[in-house]
Nanobody, 119 residues
Framework: QVQLVESGGGLVQPGGSLRLSCAASGSIFRINAMGWYRQAPGKQRELVADITSGDSTNYADSVKGRFTISRDNAKNTVTLQMNSLKPEDTAVYYC?????????????WGQGTQVTVSS
């Protein structure tokens, strides 16, 4: 059984910062790409940023220069540092990872963490 557990969401004022973390646990053989998605009310879920096992990163245009994704392969974690937050960043943020176990190879999702940017 594989689980992704996120932490670090909350309420922050515009211009502020938050750091999201996601830890993968279970019978993991290998973690390939990891990433963060978000879904605002009434909108589709969208990619925020992702990172390969070789640390190549990809960002949505809307967060480039403000957000930084990183991972710790030894701890099976991925982190999203969010700076200069804007009200339009308000959404539920989901961790995503492509994980190979000894029996499967597929994408897993976390339960989501709320980020609210408001004064």
């Amino acid at each position: 059984q594989v689980q992704l557990v996120e932490s670090g969401g909350g309420l922050v004022q515009p211009g502020g910062s938050l750091r999201l973390s996601c830890a993968a646990s279970g019978s993991i053989f290998r973690i390939n790409a990891m990433g963060w998605y978000r879904q605002a009310p009434g909108k589709q879920r969208e990619l925020v940023a992702d990172i390969t096992s070789g640390d190549s990163t990809n960002y949505a245009d809307s967060v480039k220069g403000r957000f930084t994704i990183s991972r710790d392969n030894a701890k099976n974690t991925v982190t999203l540092q969010m700076n200069s937050l804007k009200p339009e960043d308000t959404a539920v943020y989901y961790c995503n990872a492509h994980i190979r176990t000894y029996s499967t190879s597929r994408y897993y999702w976390g339960q989501g963490t709320q980020v609210t940017v408001s004064s």
